[in-house]
Structure formats: C-alpha cells, structure tokens
C-alpha cells in the first residue's frame, strides 16, 4: 500500500489542523495507522493511531484531548484533526501503516510496515 499524507501548512497559535492520510493499493480500514511527528532537531514522536477495522484509537499525552483520529472509509482515507495549536506542534506529520499491528503497538514506528512521505505543519503569529 501506498500512503500520501496531507492538509500541513501554517496555522495561527490557538488554530487546528486537518491531516488526511490517503492509502492506495490496499483497503485501508484493514490496517493499522499511526500518526507520528518530527520537528527539526527532535526525535520521531508519536501523535495518534487507530487500529484496524472497528478498533479503538490511542493518542500521545502531548495531544490527548485537542485530537481526533478518524477513518474515511469512502475515500480510503485516516483523518488527523488537532485544535489548540501551539508552535510546538509545528513539525513534519507522517502517517504510517501495517496490516499486522496489534494495538499495544500502534505507539510504536518499527512496528509499521509502510510509511507516507509526511507534511509540514507550521504554528506562527
């Protein structure tokens, strides 16, 4: 499967975000996807994941409860909506996915099999 993230752009401290994670080549409500963040000098860090088909999702700390992770079964797609932005949201946001993950793994980048080529998303004034 193929993965093509996108939505990133500059948003204004206090605004939000809408990320889509489209799939080709798979159906993507087979797999598990995660969302994972990388700002210039830090490490990968894990935003968000969903697990596959009517599975629950999970979410970093540094998110949880300004983001949502959705599917779009119709436009074979994961959505990755965030509120409340502050510039240390700002990063390049890749989504990545497998067919085989379990949910305890979804916070987890080796556990993935496939991963998009990200989207930068800046937090300024």
């Known amino acids: 499967v193929q993965l093509q993230a996108s939505g990133g752009g500059l948003v204004h401290p206090g605004g939000s975000l809408r990320l889509s994670c489209a799939a080709s080549?798979?159906?993507?409500?087979?797999?598990?996807v995660g969302w994972f963040r990388q700002a210039p000098g830090k490490q990968r860090e894990f935003v968000g994941g969903?697990?596959?088909?009517?599975?629950?999702?999970v979410y970093a700390d540094s998110v949880k409860g300004r983001c949502t992770i959705s599917r779009d079964n119709r436009k074979n797609s994961v959505i990755l909506e965030m509120n409340s932005l502050t510039p240390d949201d700002s990063a390049v946001y890749y989504c990545a996915a497998s067919r085989s993950i379990i949910y305890s793994s979804l916070p987890v980048p080796p556990a993935y099999t496939y991963w998009g080529q990200g989207t930068l998303v800046t937090v300024s004034s």
């Open positions: 969903i697990h596959r088909y009517g599975g629950g999702s």
């Open positions: 080549g798979g159906t993507f409500s087979a797999y598990g």
